[in-house]
């Protein structure tokens, strides 16, 4: 299968997940990224140069300044644009009301890719989150331990131009599409932190696992009713125009969340398997319970 007859398929990976065991060597949150030679954008040397250049941002920033402005072309606005126009009906069509009421707060352009200096301001006036800069991957631990102090760290680079509706690795649409606004939904956001404090606690492999494996299935790929309806709370669903049409196709199963600490997944297929709480209270109230109690 190719990229371009899969367009959608892996626009929600996010790789942090799923790189437990990276070396030491790329353990600090701001290891250099290396693309891959199946990446869209490896045989673009403009487009690698501009790449480094956003991660050299993420490396020179010092914690709680303005986050410097990434030097976007015209042609990745475009692939905002294209990205923006697929996601919005299959939003409305498929988002829970808190994300909506958030989306709003947000505002974000039709044509232009939001600078994360600007959606830092707004998500840190509403729930006191932070967004920072990291240049790519980062070891899980690192990037679930930094949500304990109200801390999110963001990719800031667009996919490649070439293809807008496909992303091997979390890009900033992922962050501010799905994170950005999810945390700009205050309960959301302290699940967010109870996450962190949660990875805190934890200190075998084991559990570490087991916690990425609920944040997976509830933070990314968590969904809910809401009117009879099944919609969607989680980011990597939100990000994605295709997760969220084939959503529908899933297993639905009810929301048990030490089930879903022991569910394998697949990042690179569109999930077949989704937990469903009864309603955003009880999604809420169980996953909050269940990680002050871990
Ligand atoms: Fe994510």
């Avoid at 626009?11 to 600090?28: F, P, Q, S």
């Avoid at 673009?44 to 020179?60: F, L, S, V």
């Avoid at 988002?95 to 600078?115: G, H, K, M, N, V």
């Avoid at 006191?128 to 690192?142: D, I, K, N, S, T």
Wanted: glycine letters at 4%; proline letters at 6%; aromatic letters at 10%.
């Amino acid at each position: 299968m190719t990229e371009i007859e899969s367009p959608i398929l892996s626009d929600h990976v996010d790789a942090r997940m799923v790189t437990g065991d990276l070396d030491e060597a790329i353990a600090d949150r701001n290891a250099i990224v290396q693309l891959d030679p199946d990446h869209p954008g490896f045989r673009d040397p403009e487009y690698r140069r501009r790449r480094n250049e956003i991660a050299q941002i993420a490396m020179k920033y010092h914690p709680g300044d303005p986050i410097p402005d990434a030097p976007y072309t015209t042609e990745e606005h475009q692939v905002w644009s294209v990205i923006w126009q697929s996601l919005r009906p299959a939003q409305e069509k498929n988002a829970c009301a808190e994300y909506f009421d958030a989306l709003t707060r947000l505002s974000f352009s039709d044509d232009r890719i939001p600078q994360l200096r600007e959606v830092n301001e707004k998500v840190q006036a509403i729930s006191g989150f932070r967004l920072e800069p990291v240049a790519g991957l980062v070891q899980p631990r690192v990037f679930l331990e930094n949500l304990a102090d109200g801390v999110f760290l963001c990719t800031q680079y667009i996919r490649h131009h070439s293809t807008p509706l496909y992303t091997p690795e979390p890009d900033v649409v992922h962050e501010i599409v799905g994170h950005g606004v999810t945390l700009a939904c205050p309960r959301l956001a302290e699940l967010n932190r109870l996450f962190g404090q949660a990875v805190k606690r934890t200190t075998s492999a084991e559990e570490l696992e087991r916690l990425s494996r609920v944040y997976w299935f509830t933070i990314e790929f968590g969904v809910l009713r809401e009117n009879g309806s099944v919609k969607a709370y989680g980011t990597g669903l939100l990000s994605s125009a295709g997760e969220l049409e084939e959503m529908h196709e899933a297993d639905l199963r009810p929301l048990d969340l030490d089930a879903a600490s022991r569910e394998n997944y697949d990042p690179t297929h569109f999930q077949p398997v989704l937990f469903c709480a009864a309603s955003f209270a009880e999604m809420y109230e169980r996953l909050r319970e269940f990680l002050l109690s871990w």
